[in-house]
């Protein structure tokens, strides 16, 4: 039997409860499918920042690069460790150590779900610069607290972080619908964008069956409202992705339906799947968290991990609880009710 190592950071908040309700329902995946998963869970969280003074240990990232694939609930209690210091200590590191660069976001509507819009038949592939952009972690400050003070955030395109993000989005366009949507701003941003908007050029050059648009950041998020079924793949940088697929996430019904993977396409490090939401303290142990965007992550991964019958039937699973109504409004139904019909119609 094929077993396959996972290393779980559940987190904080509503990242545990959501994280026990993914790996019931991937542990009766490997029941049912003939694979075992060997995890083994790592308490990095806020909690053990205020134990130890770090997020995770120094050796964490050695210690993670030794498991097939990563799983990770959320991260984050600002009542006590503030927000910049507990991503910038465990998330953020992870998927640069790890040049997991493509961060994959779907939005479409599961069944059931009735979404904020008229639109329902939109099917849309985010795909997300992960590793450098908005996210560089390049800047400083000067002079804090005096009148003259100076905050410097630098954004930094690479050729070769462009390129390999931009060729990641026109594969999947070309598996899929063959559209893709460059996202830019280049009529304001006159370097990077104006370098992003080539770079989309040159790489098209090679998928001449993919057709492609140009569509300011603006624009985009005007059209995933009014049109979101016009769109196929979209690729943006990693601050304007994470602002797409937060609306992403509202047009498909809310956070609790978005899932996402960030993957080092070339597999030489692990990749890590977790769900688009927060850890949501004021809901956390509540048993109310609606673990489907979890779940749907965990699908995500098994598919990465070449488990593509147990992928497609976990989701399919997740669609067959949703039909019924089954985890489809807030507060509708418990986290366990959802986690126990998703199994349900797993084992079926
Ligand atoms: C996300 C989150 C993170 C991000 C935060 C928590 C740093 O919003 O995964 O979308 O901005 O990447
Ligand atoms: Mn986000």
């Not at 390129?163 to 598996?175: D, P, S, T, V, W």
């Not at 598919?303 to 669609?319: N, S, W």
Request: aromatic letters at 6%; proline letters at 5%.
């Amino acid at each position: 039997m094929k077993t396959h190592k996972i290393a779980v950071i559940p987190g904080d908040g509503i990242g545990v409860d959501v994280t026990d309700a993914a790996l019931e329902i991937l542990a009766a995946a490997g029941a049912k499918f003939g694979f075992g998963l060997e995890t083994q869970t790592f308490p990095w969280s806020c909690q053990f920042y205020l134990q130890t003074g770090a997020m995770m240990p120094e050796d964490g990232i050695r210690t993670l690069g030794k498991y097939d694939a990563i799983y990770l609930g959320a991260v984050g209690w600002p009542s006590t460790v503030p927000d910049a210091v507990s991503l910038h200590g465990l998330l953020l590191p992870i998927r640069k150590a790890f040049n997991q660069y493509a961060n994959i976001r779907p939005h479409r509507l599961l069944p059931g779900v009735e979404g904020p819009l008229k639109a329902a038949g939109f099917d849309i592939l985010c795909i997300r610069e992960n590793t450098e952009g908005e996210y560089s972690g390049a800047g400083g400050r000067v002079h804090q607290g005096k009148r003259n003070e100076v905050a410097v955030e630098t954004a930094i395109f690479t050729r070769d972080g462009v390129e390999r993000i931009l060729r990641f989005g026109f594969e999947q366009a070309r598996a899929r619908r063959k559209h893709l949507t460059s996202v830019t701003k280049s009529n304001a941003q006159k370097y990077s964008m104006v370098f992003w908007d080539e770079m989309t050029k040159e790489v098209a050059a090679d998928y001449p069956d993919v057709t492609v648009s140009h569509m300011h950041i603006d624009a985009m998020a005007a059209k995933m409202v009014m049109a979101p079924e016009s769109l196929d793949v979209v690729v943006a940088s990693n601050l304007f992705g994470d602002i797409l697929t937060d609306l992403g996430a509202a047009i498909q019904g809310g956070l609790g339906f978005a899932a996402s993977a960030n993957i080092c396409p070339d597999r030489s490090a692990p990749s890590m799947f977790e769900p688009v939401h927060g850890s949501a303290p004021d809901i956390a142990g509540k048993n109310i968290a609606n673990p489907i965007a979890a779940i749907w992550s965990g699908a995500m991964m098994l598919d990465h991990l070449g488990e593509d019958r147990a992928a497609a039937a976990v989701l399919a699973a997740i669609e067959t609880a949703t039909a019924r109504g089954i985890g489809t409004r807030p507060g509708s139904h418990s986290t366990d009710a959802i986690t126990a019909a998703v199994k349900a119609a797993l084992e079926m």
